[in-house]
């Protein structure tokens, strides 16, 4: 059965560098969405993503936020200078098309030091 | 106010029992998901319901559109079902999933 997939699975950086998480959807999928979650809360929405453009984000995607569909088959999450704050799980999610279920990754853990 | 709340946040079963949990939620919504969490993290889409009742195995989903409510349930509960269930809602017009806390289940042997 087809999967999202994502790597790393645990990622551990310094306060102030740049990180880059890794997402490849499932193929066919149209729709593509970052959450995070941070120990111990809900799941939160970060942004969507379509037609290589951002549909949709939420506040907490601020400008040290960016995603990019570089090549047609990853999907990618850049935070520019993390924070503390930023530690948490990201999940990739990807769906066919509007009116069909998401399909999650398996997350990558985010450390910031 | 959160956008979903779900109840109970904590519940523990003995194998075999019959197990509900609910969603209420304060939005127009144009689908409703629940969602598994195991303790390693990883997220599993069970439904997603946008009127009526789903079933897939021992697992059946229901949603009330007027009441703003669903309820997942758990027939004939099983040690492997112990996770976190989470409700997600996407409000109508917007591809964003808002999360409730979700309920942490325990089904002993």
């Known amino acids: 059965e087809p999967e999202v997939t994502q790597t790393p699975s645990h990622q551990v950086t310094q306060m102030g560098q740049e990180v880059i998480l890794r997402c490849v959807p499932i193929?066919?999928?149209?729709?593509f969405y970052w959450y995070r979650q941070i120990l111990g809360q809900k799941v939160e929405f970060l942004v969507s993503?379509?037609?290589?453009?951002?549909?949709?984000k939420s506040e907490i995607f601020d400008d040290q936020f960016s995603v990019e569909r570089p090549d047609g088959s990853n999907f990618t999450l850049k935070i520019r200078s993390t924070k503390l704050e930023d530690s948490a799980m990201y999940f990739c999610?990807?769906?066919?098309?509007?009116?069909?279920?998401?399909?999650f990754g398996p997350g990558t853990r985010l450390t910031v030091t | 106010k959160n956008e979903v709340e779900q109840s109970p946040q904590n519940l523990t079963a003995q194998e075999g029992e019959f197990i509900t949990i609910n969603c209420s939620y304060s939005?127009?919504?144009?689908?409703l998901h629940w969602l598994q969490q195991h303790p390693g993290g990883g997220i599993v889409s069970l439904f997603m319901?946008?009127?009526g009742k789903k079933k897939h195995g021992r697992l059946i989903a229901t949603i009330n559109i007027q009441e703003k409510h669903s309820s997942l349930h758990i027939t004939a509960s099983h040690p492997r079902d112990s996770a976190v269930y989470i409700c997600?809602?996407?409000?109508?017009?917007?591809?964003?999933?808002?999360f409730g806390t979700g309920t942490r289940l325990l089904v002993s042997p």
């Open positions: 993503f379509y037609n290589n453009e951002i549909s949709e």
């Open positions: 319901l946008s009127s």
């Open positions: 997600a809602v996407r409000s109508a017009g917007f591809q964003k999933l808002v």
């Open positions: 939005v127009g919504i144009s689908a």
């Open positions: 999610a990807s769906r066919l098309d509007r009116e069909y279920e998401q399909y």
């Open positions: 193929s066919n999928h149209l729709y």
